[in-house]
């Protein structure tokens, strides 16, 4: 069998930069590595080609009847700008204190090789091993996904397995398995006024027609209530409470609000009655502002009364509020609180339905769950005990991945996400790294869980 | 005696453009034109320097018991660009319809020769005329006479005269003369807002913080009632009332809301109770917003809250508001107001008084007004009748001079200024021209007015 670090190495040295052409090189590096890696552990191997980078798909596939687990990676990583900022160069992994640095390490080419190091070191152990295994590595997860929902429609029978398995979430600390259960939902757009036709001189005109920038402030004021609550009716009608054990696990996981503040940088928090900051962000919908635009922005002054302004807003979605009725709810708000004097058109940007799986077992009200889906999480549970030496913590998070839901919904399948990555992980930043303990870690973790799922 | 049509040629032709350093032939052109035209007509001159390009002073002073009038002007012009949309080339003046096309045809070199004609054939009439005459001639007009203000500071002797005689204001048609007898004062500053430290991720944090656009909009949306008024206490408190004789002049000027609608490109006007547009652009203050900024502005959807967000702002002042006093009343409401969570940081920008003059015979009311400057606007009503056949009509405008208030701080002198340009003379923009035809009923009135001035 292959040393998971050099193997890590290896892959690193391809630099799969998704996002720019010039990094094509290291795609088909890094799609030429896996074909070789999953061949290497007798895998089949096929690259399914899209719009524009192809998904790796290998198979171990034995008896029908037994348990088909799909592991989801990516083999694209972010570009590695600002290059200054980098202490190693990132596409020459070294390794320092623990840690291997180099872009994509951690996010996300570490985590998958821990999959395939189990997948290969338990082939090795039981080469008769009950279990189906399919991995589904695209190229384009740093990129948004793009071509991945509709990869999976039109590849449904190549993904014909009973849930997904993956490592692409985080944890608070080397020594706490965190599982990741929810992900919030979105739904993002802008708003866009415009008064009069072109921009004014504010001496000359001003005084006598509504600007877009005061229409706009108005408009937006009325969207939150002073508690932190979003302003808009039927905006909470499908929230679900969270559940009691929810709360617990959140409790357990230790956060800290005076650190959470500190870390932030902000005077108070802010958030709706009922709720603490950590519950808020997993448990919560909100409308979020994320760019006011309009007028003169440079240095000084220029007395213009703009033609346009514009907002950029998102709304971060919880089950079981869907897009559509959250769209109906608050662009019907919008219209109908528009000041009068300018034109309103609000510009649809994308959605994402949010996602939950709740875990068996921990529910006072336990919903029907698919056999093997459960029994990964037990197993889960069990490995959890064995090599972190503790409870694993099963918690939502606040922000979205879209493939999660596009998996749901067109597959209907659910995903164990098992966390790997650590907050000083550098994800997306200069000097990324990932944590060799937490690699071994996860290597037993994946080995045990699979194994156990073979055996159920 | 020189033809002015040819001399506005000449001038033309020194592309002086105050705003860019490789210009600065085109700027010594000008003062050199300048000076070998006044010295024409018999003027001794100087060229006084600034910090950037020096004011040209010319003069002709007989008796000290004389009446003295300093007609100011300016040389320097905009910037041409964008050059493609030139019809004619901007440096190179071209007369078609009766117009001189040209940067600078009528901002302002068109109108300061009409004087400088004027006064060239009244000395050629009457070479014993019982007048002082001072030229002021700056050449930062077009970039904010930034050095204007000291320059007056420190040659208060050479401008010990009774009034300002200018055309540097516009008129509606080229068979109307108006008057400027009033110009809204200024009170710029930005309002800068600072949440958390760093911008942040909106779905690992968004619901727990007070999100600084969202502080912006509840805080700006505070500034004005439904009605259009500035919604701040105190801010009206210094506001005078307009005389009757205004609005009355104000209806004679025949403007139609309609075409100003169309004009504006606006569904409806959004003026305060009591003010048609033309009255509430001139007759009342206001408070605008220039610019927002903060988050992600460029396309599609970036999921950020922002650590920043920020407004720029500039109040327009009416008599007898001063900006200090509107300072302290919209500073005090705007920091009482600023949402909890975020600081607030104001940024002073620039400030400029209102101006007002009133001409005598008008006012119910009429204030005490210095002797010659009465005369001056007597003669200004009789030229009036004599040249344009109608009455002059006296109107304040809605933009802000801070030169005119300069003068009248630093120099306590009044400013009678009579219009030159019209709306179709693209000041300012590609294909400036001059109307002829107004240049010609300029010197005349301008000839006239002075020959008064000098009888009486």
Redesign the interface.
């Given at each position: 069998m292959f040393d998971p670090i050099e193997k890590l190495k290896e892959y690193v040295r391809h630099a799969s930069v998704s996002a720019d052409s010039k990094f094509a090189d290291g795609m088909v590096g890094a799609q030429n590595f896996l074909t070789s890696l999953f061949k290497e552990i007798g895998f089949t191997v096929q690259s399914v080609p899209t719009a524009l980078h192809p998904v790796i798909v290998a198979k171990r596939i034995g008896d029908k009847s037994w348990p088909h687990v799909i592991i989801y990676g990516h083999y694209d990583v972010q570009p590695a700008d600002p290059l200054p900022l980098w202490k190693t160069p990132p596409f020459e992994p070294t390794i320092k204190g623990g840690r291997m640095y180099g872009r994509g390490t951690a996010d996300n080419k570490g985590p998958l090789l821990a999959h395939v190091t189990a997948v290969g070191q338990l082939l090795e152990e039981n080469p008769d091993l009950r279990l189906n295994i399919t991995f589904v590595v695209e190229g384009e997860e740093e990129i948004g996904s793009k071509n991945f929902k509709n990869f999976l429609r039109k590849n449904k029978k190549l993904l014909d397995g009973d849930f997904i398995f993956m490592s692409d979430t985080g944890i608070p600390s080397p020594d706490q398995l965190v599982v990741t259960v929810g992900l919030?939902g979105?739904l993002?757009f802008e708003i866009e006024l415009t008064?009069?036709?072109?921009d004014?001189?504010?001496?000359?005109?001003?005084?006598?027609?509504?600007?877009p920038?005061?229409a706009?402030?108005?408009?937006?004021?009325t969207?939150?209530t002073p508690d932190?609550r979003v302003n808009i009716p039927g905006f909470y009608k499908d929230v679900v409470e969270p559940e009691k054990w929810e709360r617990e696990q959140l409790k357990k996981a230790g956060l800290k609000k005076a650190a959470y503040q500190k870390f932030?940088?902000?005077?108070?928090?802010?958030?709706?009655p009922g709720y603490n900051?950590f519950e808020?962000?997993r448990f919560?919908?909100?409308l979020?502002?994320?760019?006011?635009?309009?007028?003169?922005?440079g240095e000084?002054?220029?007395?213009?009364?703009?033609s346009k302004?514009s907002?950029?807003v998102?709304c971060?979605l919880v089950p079981n509020q869907t897009p559509e009725n959250v769209k109906d709810a608050v662009f019907n708000a919008i219209k109908k609180r528009c000041p009068?004097?300018v034109?309103l058109k609000i510009h649809e940007?994308?959605v994402a339905t949010p996602y939950v799986v709740i875990p068996p077992d921990r529910s006072n009200t336990p919903k029907h769950q698919a056999p093997r889906l459960a029994a990964c999480f037990r197993a889960l549970d069990e490995a959890a005990m064995e090599v972190w030496g503790k409870e694993a913590l099963y918690l939502r998070?606040?922000?979205?991945v879209g493939l999660i839901a596009d998996i749901k919904t067109v597959l209907g399948l659910d995903a164990v996400m098992m966390g790997m990555f650590l907050p000083q992980d550098n994800l997306h930043a200069p000097n990324e790294s990932f944590h060799l303990g937490v690699m071994k870690k996860g290597i037993a973790t994946s080995k045990r869980v699979l194994g156990k799922l073979a055996a159920s």
């Open positions: 919030r979105m993002a008064g009069p036709k072109t004014l001189h504010s001496g000359m005109n001003g005084g006598v027609l509504m600007n920038l005061q706009l402030a108005e408009l937006c004021a969207l939150h932190g932030l940088g902000i005077p108070k928090f802010h958030t709706p900051p808020a962000i919560l919908p909100t979020e502002f994320n760019g006011f635009s309009g007028g003169y922005q000084g002054t220029k007395t213009v009364i703009p302004a907002a950029k998102t971060r009068k004097g034109t940007q994308h998070e606040g922000g979205s």
